[in-house]
């Protein structure tokens, strides 16, 4: 399985991507190569993905790095043994709260084993991942991409991601999963690089629009 592990993984899925579609060499030109954005794989990956659902990523950071604090070192032992009071003071709703004590203790009892999704296929990596409680499939897409650092990974249902498809393509409204999905398939097998290279065109948007006249 092909990884993004380095800036020269990156940048090899970016040439091929820009050479091949024109719509992403169009957002390749305005906003420039991508972060690289890895995060590490296991417990401590998927809860900071956890963390950052439905919310931007600053706020996302801020809470992190509260939770961070409060949770030393960050394993799945000292998780379980922090008060919600704490949780919540570092900035977690309820459900965080406990979607994350969730997969600590699947972790902890072996019934979720985060090593062996390492090497396992992604539609297992789903399934196992989001048959806990609080785990969506965009969860497990943002653990993929990120944690786990697939090649073609990708994420049809990211807010993100689907406004600047809309954009990129002029479409008159943002596309369905369904769409989103059929318009990847070009991007074979660098999808997680168009992800990455549709993020920073986002938020590229983001700043010109939001930038004073």
Known sequence: MRSIRTEKDLKEGVA?????CAHLARVH??????????RPAGFKGL???IVGQQLS??????????????VRPFTTESLLATPDKDLRLAGLSAGKIATLRGVAE????????LDALKRAREGLIHAKLTALKGIGPWTADIYILFCLARADAW?????ALRVAVKDAFALEARPDQAL???IAEAWRPWRAVAARMLWSYYAFRRKTVDAPA
Request: hydrophobic letters at 45%.
């Open 47 to 49: 809860a900071r993905v």
């Open 57 to 70: 990523i600053a706020s996302a950071r801020a809470i992190w790095q509260r939770l961070e604090a409060r």
């Open 180 to 182: 989103m999905i059929e």
């Open 29 to 38: 030109a305005l906003a420039g190569d991508p972060p690289l954005r890895r």
């Open 106 to 113: 699947s972790v902890t009892n072996g019934s979720l084993d």
């Open 16 to 20: 091929a991507l820009v050479g091949s």
């Open 155 to 159: 994420s049809p249902g990211d807010l």
